[in-house]
């Protein structure tokens, strides 16, 4: 079997299947799911320390929303293809393990940026860090489960962005109120430190044990076979055109999703702080349990639901799902911005969070059972490109801008949400019904090689 570059003896790949083969995808598995709850950490911490990040370096709710999407998402949706490429050819779990360090040493850099470029640019840092993971992540695990426990298997390790989410909120809240009642925290080695900055530093320290963790996670077999070569961007993107239909509709549906799904990570902790008075450790005490608990009840149901249908003979469970659980979405997308109470807001907040966290796992299987072996990294990197580009650039931007554009640009960011939940998610169900057909059609095509 021919070696990838950068490959050595000692690392023999594990043969996918057998109780050997599944007990290293556990492990793999496992470590992948920490790393990623670790990106979501580091991602979404920013959204807890809006207003004392604005008052510090004097922005405006646009130019906070560009760094919780825009500044990220440039290098981490471009920069994932050329990542996503090179995890077809050589050692995935390297990848892996170098981007963990970097984007965790440049999130402690946004702690000492002294300007908005500076921040800025860190924050792209972040994104190129994380844009290692998920490609290598996908191919990974779609070497080493079972076509049919793929779906499960996807669940489970996007309950990172539930858990992470979720993390981010409630340890970030309570540093921040903790510190807020201080004013500061004494860092060793660096001193005292305004809150949010120090926040960074916190959060970037586990960055260094999730490194170590990768290598204990061996590499499957690749189900093609040990492709040196891999497939070329170019055929990637024939196989592309060839299954539009397919790739239009998941593609799409995720895209728009994932509009809404950033929008309520970056906005919701503002719309309980400036509208309910709630400082931003409750509010993200109820926010951070709800994504933690409830979330990611939602990420297992909808992965284990799109299996169950898989393994009735269903052909395009993975997609048929995505648009259930979009259409499922409509109404608690709509109203819980605008509720009365801060009670009725996180009981909707609550459904919403339910049945939107369980797409994307769905979504992902989907793109790995519709791509053929040999440029599956590939193919999750170019479905990242769609989905973080334009659904983490604009889903974070567009709450700000249609308050201003719509609503007065008063700040008071509940129709801008309830907005965006109704539009995104009623456009996403009709994506993922337009391509079920197709679906069924390309992953059949695919699995008969």
């Excluded at 993971?133 to 695990?141: D, G, I, K, T, V």
């Excluded at 539009?244 to 593609?251: D, E, G, K, N």
């Excluded at 973080?388 to 974070?396: C, D, I, K, N, R």
Aim: aromatic share 8%.
């Amino acid at each position: 079997m021919a070696r990838g570059d950068g490959e050595v003896n000692s690392e023999q790949p594990v043969a996918a299947g057998g109780s050997a083969g599944l007990r290293q995808a556990h492990v793999a598995l496992g470590i992948f799911l920490l790393a990623y709850i670790l990106s979501f950490v580091d991602r979404q911490i920013l959204s807890l320390m809006v207003e004392p990040i604005k008052q510090d370096l004097g922005l405006s709710d646009l130019q906070v929303g560009l760094l919780q999407g825009l500044a990220f998402a440039m290098l981490y949706a471009v920069v994932g293809i050329p990542i996503g490429m090179l995890a077809d050819r050589i050692s995935r779990r390297r990848i892996i393990a170098v981007g963990v360090l970097f984007w965790s040493a440049c999130t402690a850099l946004c702690g000492f940026a002294g300007s908005y470029s500076h921040l800025f640019v860190a924050r792209m840092g972040v994104g190129l860090g994380e844009a290692s993971l998920s490609p290598s992540a996908h191919s990974w695990l779609s070497d080493a489960y079972p076509p049919a426990q793929l779906s499960r298997a996807m669940a489970i390790y996007n309950l990172g962005i539930t858990v992470g989410g979720g993390l981010a909120l409630l340890v970030g809240g309570a540093v921040v109120d903790m510190v807020a009642e201080q004013g500061a925290l004494m860092v060793p080695g660096v001193g005292s430190m305004p809150t949010w900055r120090a926040a960074f530093l916190l959060v970037a320290l586990p960055g260094l044990l999730v490194t170590a963790l990768v290598f204990f996670a061996r590499e499957p077999a690749r189900r093609a076979g040990w492709v040196s070569a891999g497939m070329p961007f170019r055929a990637a993107l024939s196989h592309l055109r060839a299954h539009w239909r397919t790739f239009a509709a998941i593609y799409g549906n995720s895209t728009l999703l994932g509009i809404m799904g950033y929008g309520l990570m970056a906005w919701y902790p503002t719309l309980l702080i400036r509208t309910f008075g709630m400082t931003p450790g409750q509010a993200s005490l109820r926010l951070g349990l709800i994504y933690l608990f409830v979330g990611s009840l939602g990420s297992l149901a909808g992965g284990f639901a799109a299996e169950r249908l898989s393994l009735k003979g269903v052909r395009d469970a993975n997609l048929r799902m995505t648009m259930i659980l979009a259409f499922l979405c409509l109404v608690p997308a709509a109203l819980a911005p605008v509720m009365p109470s801060a009670t009725l807001l996180l009981l909707l907040f609550a459904m919403l969070t339910f049945c939107f966290n369980g797409y994307f796992g769905c979504s992902l299987a989907a793109i790995q059972l519709a791509t053929p072996p040999s440029m599956r990294a590939t193919g999750a990197a170019l479905f990242l490109l769609a989905n973080s580009l334009v659904g983490l650039s604009l889903g974070t931007a567009i709450v700000p801008l249609i308050d201003g554009a719509l609503f007065g640009g008063q700040g008071q960011i509940g129709p801008a949400l309830a907005t965006v939940g109704l539009c995104a998610s009623l456009f996403a169900g009709l994506a993922a019904w337009s391509g079920l057909r197709s679906y069924a059609v390309t992953s059949e095509t695919v699995a008969r090689g």
